[in-house]
């Protein structure tokens, strides 16, 4: 099971990998929080406190990922924050880097990569 | 005064000579053996129609055979009284013997009947003519048969022939000529055996000469009486003889030149005319008979039958020099050498064309088929690019499902490794998988749609609803990474197309990625719909609409032309693409501007109606 038990708040926006991920984490033991696109996250942040970490899609439809974070670092909110897309270029993973992120997953990935990366965050 | 009495004098003499040229002159013309036997009828005759020609005023002929040629022991006594009786009360102006015989007998009764009247004899050869000129008052026009000259030739065409036939009757001038001709022509006997006929009847002339041995030939001299004393109109015999001997038939007189003889050295009978005219008319004019010298005709070039050349294989190389040719039976190409040079000239120039519209038809089809060829490419690259374009959203798409999968697969594992294991939830991630699952299927098909390279043409009816929603899976992940909105209208009936899907699904998906980008940076909502709809009986109308910015005025006409495009990165062959398929199909596009965006419509004719398209 996992070594902590900080809340991972998923944000993305297709449902099945939505619910997979949740159900994954679970499994290995997190609490998870999870929403369907940023603007949802933005409106009910409660429960995400600075233990939280944000598992985040870049490409939202609405507010992106990188967007939210960019949104949320302004703000003073300082998040682990890891991104996963499904589309790699070189230009969204600047982005996602320059916005701020422990990780950057490439989906699909494997549990261990996601699990290795949450268990790295500070 | 004097004057006038010249010119009164030569009045009358003028008056004087009309009277003698409007006098007729009386000619009698007298025939060796009757005037229908030949060739004595067509000297005669060539002899009267000559003078007639010739001579100016009127002519008088009288006409008598002497009867006692055919028979040498006749009575010439009775005929002369006749002809004394005949001509008491009238006079002739000239006596006009036609053969020698007659020669002989006017020679021997001149005195006693016309002992002022001028003479001519003719028809007759130049060694039968009367020995005592040029004292004689009287005229001739004789002939010179050569014989060893006629036997000549007719040995140097036909060179085999070893037996020569000679057909003369048995009248004292024809046996007079069977003499002749033994004595002439003994130096031949060497080289051929002559068989003469001469003391047969005409019948068995004809039967002989219908069975004679190989290489034979025919000598045609004289048929007047034959030796059982019948009569015989010559040219008749000689049809007789032509038909049924089985020899080619030479003879000395061109008499029957055309009507069956080879040919060779022959007297020309219209040239002993001609001159024996000309004589009677310088008698008529006062000259002297005897003083007027006529040499004898010699036989004029050799002249041949083409159609008995023919007959007995004799080859016009073996002609003596100089030798005419007649009757040539022209073959096809000189009888209607005008008509085959048009109709050869035609099948030439005929030939020419289709061979022109062979090459034509031959470089179209290479020229159809490599265009076809490069169309086809066009479109597949076409394929290739839209898929670049679609690739990212396209990947998103399947990313998202296949995330998804791992993520569950991997719960389910750890699900299962506990103790006990949640099997309920287990059940719901397996459903969640074999879902996503379906959806990533979905995709690939789809994807292996777009990129699909078969070369083959696929022209089952389809319908035309399926192949637009086969688009809509295509660009959905675009549309929705977009942020954009497709709408589809579909005609709730059947719309069968015959094209290839591949086809029609990439003239859709260009004019949907055309609105999609159409509608970037324009001012939202970025609405597309693609309505579906029949006309009529014979088509199906498609209708694409986007809310993007519009065709510019400018580009509204050229839209479809290759190379024109309003997008920065656009190759500007998308719409041309789509209008080549279209119009391979029988179909057409349009394009206009709406309130806002533009709107392109095409047609296709529905199953069955439309043309086979060439980009097969």
């Known amino acids: 099971m996992g070594y902590c038990v900080r809340t991972i708040v998923v944000i993305e926006d297709n449902p099945s990998l939505l619910q997979g991920l949740s159900r994954l984490l679970s499994a290995h033991g997190f609490p998870v929080r999870t929403f369907g696109s940023a603007e949802a996250f933005l409106e009910d942040k409660s429960g995400c406190d600075a233990d939280c970490l944000l598992l985040l899609d870049i490409h939202l439809s609405g507010i992106s990922g990188i967007d939210l974070q960019r949104r949320l670092t302004s703000s003073g909110t300082d998040l682990p924050v890891i991104f996963m897309t499904a589309i790699d270029n070189e230009t969204t993973r600047q982005e996602a880097f320059d916005a701020g992120c422990i990780a950057y997953l490439r989906k699909p990935f494997l549990s261990k990569l996601l699990i290795d990366a949450i268990n790295q965050a500070p | ?205 004809l039967k002989r000469c219908s069975a004679l041995p190989a290489r034979s030939a025919i000598l045609f001299g004289l048929m007047s009486v034959d030796a059982a004393g019948v009569g015989h109109e010559e040219r008749k015999a000689f049809d007789r003889l032509h038909a049924v001997a089985n020899a080619p038939i030479f003879s000395y007189v061109d008499a029957y030149f055309g009507a069956g003889l080879v040919g060779g050295p022959l007297t020309q009978v219209n040239e002993i005319g001609r001159q024996a005219a000309g004589v009677a008319v310088r008698i008529f004019n006062g000259e002297t008979p005897g003083e007027i010298n006529s040499p004898p005709i010699e036989p004029a070039a050799p002249r041949y039958d083409w159609r008995e050349l023919q007959r007995w294989k004799i080859s016009e190389r073996a002609l003596p020099e100089g030798s005419e040719v007649y009757f040539r039976i022209p073959g096809m190409w000189e009888q209607y050498r005008s008509q085959l040079t048009a109709g050869i000239a035609a099948l030439v120039l005929q030939a020419g064309i289709i061979s022109l519209l062979l090459i034509e038809r031959r470089r179209r089809q290479f020229a159809q088929t490599d265009a076809s060829d490069r169309r086809r490419e066009v479109v597949r690259l076409n394929r290739v690019t839209t898929a670049n374009v679609l690739s990212t959203s396209l990947a998103h798409e399947l990313n998202q499902p296949l995330g998804a999968i791992l993520s569950n697969t991997e719960a389910a594992q750890m699900l299962l490794k506990a103790n006990p294991p949640d099997l309920a939830q287990v059940d719901a991630i397996l459903s969640d998988i074999v879902r996503d699952e379906q959806r990533v299927s979905e995709i690939i098909l789809g994807l292996r749609n777009l990129l699909n390279n078969r070369t083959e043409g696929d022209l089952r009816p389809r319908d035309l609803n399926d192949t637009v929603r086969d688009v809509v899976k295509i660009v959905t992940p675009e549309i929705t990474r977009r942020a954009m909105v497709l709408r589809t209208v579909l005609a709730d009936e059947v719309l069968p197309v015959r094209c290839d899907p591949i086809h029609l699904q990439q003239v859709i998906l260009n004019l949907v990625m055309n609105g999609i980008d159409a509608m970037e940076g324009a001012q939202p909502p970025h609405n597309l719909t693609i309505r579906t709809q029949r006309l009529g009986d014979t088509d199906v109308e498609v209708r694409i609409t986007d809310t993007g910015k519009g065709i510019s005025a400018g580009k509204l006409t050229s839209i479809f032309d290759a190379f024109v495009t309003t997008k920065p990165q656009g190759t500007g062959l998308g719409l041309p693409i789509a209008k080549t398929i279209l119009e391979s199909y029988g179909g057409d596009i349009t394009a206009e501007n709406r309130m806002r965006g533009a709107v392109f419509t095409f047609r296709l004719p529905l199953s069955g109606i439309g043309p086979t398209s060439e980009l097969m």
Do not use: C
């Open chain 2, 1 to 205: 005064m004097i004057t006038r009495l010249v010119f009164g004098f030569t009045v009358l003499l003028l008056t004087m000579a009309n009277e003698a040229m409007s006098e007729p002159r009386r000619v009698l013309f007298l025939h060796s053996y009757g005037r229908e036997l030949g060739p004595w009828n067509d000297v005669a005759r060539s002899v009267h129609d000559e003078l007639i020609r010739q001579y100016p005023g009127p002519i008088d002929f009288f006409e008598s055979s002497l009867a006692t040629a055919r028979d040498p022991d006749s009575d010439s006594v009775p005929f002369v009284e006749y002809l004394s009786t005949l001509f008491t009360n009238r006079k002739l102006d000239l006596v006009i013997t036609n053969g020698a015989p007659a020669a002989d007998f006017i020679r021997k009764y001149r005195q006693q009947l016309f002992p002022e009247i001028p003479a001519l004899f003719t028809g007759l050869q130049h060694r039968r003519a009367p020995p005592d000129r040029p004292s004689a008052s009287y005229a001739v026009v004789a002939f010179n048969n050569d014989f060893p000259l006629i036997l000549e030739q007719m040995l140097r065409v036909l060179p085999e022939t070893d037996r020569v036939v000679f057909i003369l009757g048995s009248s004292p001038l024809e046996r007079y000529w069977v003499d002749q001709l033994r004595t002439e022509l003994k130096p031949f006997q060497e080289r051929v055996t002559f068989e003469w006929l001469n003391d047969l009847s005409f019948e068995e002339m």
